[in-house]
């Protein structure tokens, strides 16, 4: 998900349910857009998934990097969740877009994480 297009980099609940809903397929929440962070997570918890979902963030235009906020969200979020950005975080998967086999180490780090669970 371009992280770039937030419009509220701290509170991006709207923007991630969008993008799900609209990009993704997944179905619309019966309980209204989720506002908060909180209400994202507890939609993606009631998703009844059949495949294991996976999150990739990035920022396509003009990289501000992710904010606290948002990455301690992140954190606590209960997904096969990645970030692609020159910013290294201490508990989520971080991968530079500079590198150069960047699409084989990220499906790499999720052959091992899908095996794991």
Request: glycine fraction near 2%.
């Amino acid at each position: 998900m371009d992280g770039s297009k937030f419009d509220n980099r701290d509170r991006p609940a709207t923007d991630i349910y969008l993008q799900l809903v609209k990009k993704h397929h997944c179905p619309k929440s019966t309980e209204g857009t989720p506002r908060t962070l909180t209400e994202l997570k507890i939609y993606w918890e009631l998703l009844d998934w059949e495949k294991h979902p996976i999150l990739i963030f990035y920022e396509e235009a003009k990289p501000q990097g992710f904010s606290q906020t948002f990455l301690d969200f992140l954190d606590r979020f209960d997904a096969t969740i990645c970030l692609i950005t020159d910013s290294p975080h201490p508990t989520i998967p971080t991968f530079s877009p500079q590198d150069p086999h960047l699409i084989q180490t990220i499906i790499t780090w999720l052959q091992r994480t899908i095996l794991e669970t």
